[in-house]
């Protein structure tokens, strides 16, 4: 069968930075460790003005599809996953399609596009509608484009504003491919759930406690659906495991529960006994809040152990650099994870062909999804020319009164005007609104 999976990726941050432990914590007069260290997060990008979800969109696509020599002939589809439309009925793929029409010779007309929405695990679909229809032979030899692209922003006060955070991840999914191939067997854990949703809202209404509840519960529904179909899970049997990350405090949770889950009847769970004793067992405990707390005992333990920390810092931590310096980006967070752990591994000379990934995505409302992915041979190359290191050092370090004024800036209301923090250039950039309320743009030498 030939390989399906991800050819290649591009990132492209919003050109703002809200640094959370020396301008947003002072000026909440909060612990600046709530954030470093709490939640995990150093800083949110932020859009410019001239930024939204179709620019980053678009900015990302056009430095793809130039590295990878590619015309719009070359592209059969265009999915874009997004949480920040401002359109119901017109798909974000068109703008973008739109932007690159003005910088290529010919057109993509041919091409399918559409928009998924489904929180944060949207992205992952849009990537499984192009393998399956890479799969399903109706590709004519042609890639897919898949767009994940937000502006992560809550409202002011709320809880999830420490979390915010804005960018998009292109990835062209294609045969035989560079970077990941994707593994047909996956597991969901999907339920109606009322813990984040915008119902015809810029910025969410949010339980964010619960949603935290809800992101594990799912997470591991998913992790055992896919045990039914890929056999059961080692956690050596993974060089990373990239969850959604809205933020790294909410991996550091899922990664536990994970690997108690993976270790039990297991060679670690022997070997971890005489330490902390074996883990708790249902049959033992007269009702499910006894077994609960006793589960919640044993995992206090298990987290303190070196077993878990060497290997938690090897599989887990690597997938959390870059989200700590920029934040939720909601649909591309879990592609943002999966780069950050190949960018660490190419740092640090690590050998990842062939390697195995285990992928946790996840979305409020909720459905969470894992399949696993092997590391294919061109994935060095891939990840170096990833310039995004070189973007975050760029971007402009807001004070807290301009984080305040740019915010509300990008609730899509028309009649905010505010000047720029940066200078477009080589970029497609936001100018405006037509006469049909379509928003416009142009891209900028
Ligand atoms: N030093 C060290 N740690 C500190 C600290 C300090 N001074 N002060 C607080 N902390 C720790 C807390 O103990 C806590 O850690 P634990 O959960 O491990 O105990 C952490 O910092 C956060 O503190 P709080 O729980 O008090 O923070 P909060 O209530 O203000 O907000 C939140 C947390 C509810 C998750 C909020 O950020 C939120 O609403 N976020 C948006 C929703 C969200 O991201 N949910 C995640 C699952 S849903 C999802 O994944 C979809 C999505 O993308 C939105």
Redesign the pocket.
Known sequence: MTAVGIDAIEIRTGKLKLDLAETFAPAKE??P??YT???GLEASSFPDTYEDIVTMGANAAKRLMDRKGLVPDDIGRIDVATESAFDNSKPVSTYIAGCLEDVYDGDFHHANKGERKF??VAATQSVDDAYNWIRAGRNRGRAALVIATDT?L?ARG???E??QGAGAVAMLVDEEPSLVEISTEQGYGSADET??LKPNQQF?S?D??R??K??LARMREALEDFETVAGRTHPDGFAYIPF?T??P??V??AALLGFRHMTRNTDIEDDLEGEIGRQPRQDDYEDWDAYEDAIREYMDLLKETDRYETWYNRTIDPTLTFSRKVG?W?TG?VHVARASALKTAAETGRALSGERLLVGS???GAQAEMHAETVADGWREEIEALDFKEQLSRRYDLSFEEYGRVHDAHNHEKERELEEFTVPSGEFVFTGWGRMNERTYEYVE
């Open positions: 909060e612990d460790k709530k260290k709490g939640l929180a944060c992560a809550y709320d809880p999830g420490a979390t813990d984040f969410p949010v964010g406690k949603s935290v809800v992101y959604h809205p933020f405090g909410m550091r949770k939720n909601y967070s996840y979305g409020s």
